[in-house]
């Protein structure tokens, strides 16, 4: 925070353009919702995961890890809407017809059934808040078992290669 506390002076002072540095502080929002995480984010959710009560047990918190897989929300509907909206750069057509067919089959298609609800992850949110010793981890709906259950069964690197070959890769496009 500092440094960029720092970056927005030297700019200030640079530019005198107060109204640039204002937009380079505060950012507009986007107009599509983006997911933002980052690996490293990803890395310290599992570590508390694993590890969380070392860090943070001294203190009366427990970690707890709730595994819904996807839930049947507005957001597969939002994701297929933002595709058909973006810029159409060819080098990402494949990527973007690969995730449009998974949020399809996903939160749409016959297989949708098997996406947990927002009330039973609720449920099992407020069954983990209000257990005396709650588990470390709950998986909520059928989706999120099998899932977890084929990456016990195959392995890392089975899992890795499954979940590299979900969606297309970016690359140039075709020239014919």
């Known amino acids: 925070m500092k440094?960029?506390?720092?970056?927005?002076?030297?700019t200030r002072r640079k530019t005198g353009n107060r109204k640039a540095n204002r937009r380079f502080r505060r950012p507009a929002r986007p107009?599509?919702?983006?997911?933002?995480f980052s690996p490293y984010a990803w890395a310290k959710l599992l570590y508390l995961r694993d590890r969380g009560d070392?860090?943070?047990?001294?203190?009366g918190i427990q970690v707890v890890l709730i595994e819904p897989g996807p839930v049947r929300t507005h957001f597969g509907r939002t994701g297929i809407d933002s595709l058909d909206r973006s810029d159409g750069d060819p080098a990402y057509s494949a990527l973007r017809e690969s995730i449009?067919?998974?949020l399809t089959s996903t939160f749409e298609g016959p297989g949708s059934e098997r996406?947990?609800?927002?009330?039973?992850?609720?449920?099992?949110?407020?069954?983990?808040?209000?257990?005396?010793?709650?588990r470390p981890r709950y998986v909520v709906g059928a989706m999120a078992e099998a899932?977890?259950?084929?990456?016990?069964?195959?392995?890392?690197?089975?899992?890795?290669r499954f979940l590299a070959g979900l969606y297309a890769r970016p690359g140039p496009a075709s020239s014919g």
């Open 31 to 36: 107009k599509v919702p983006t997911l933002r």
């Open 54 to 59: 070392s860090e943070v047990g001294g203190f």
């Open 147 to 160: 899932l977890i259950e084929q990456h016990r069964e195959e392995g890392d690197e089975a899992w890795d």
């Open 3 to 10: 440094s960029a506390q720092t970056a927005v002076k030297m």
């Open 100 to 102: 449009r067919s998974g």
């Open 115 to 134: 996406s947990s609800t927002p009330e039973e992850v609720a449920a099992v949110c407020v069954e983990a808040m209000e257990a005396s010793h709650p």
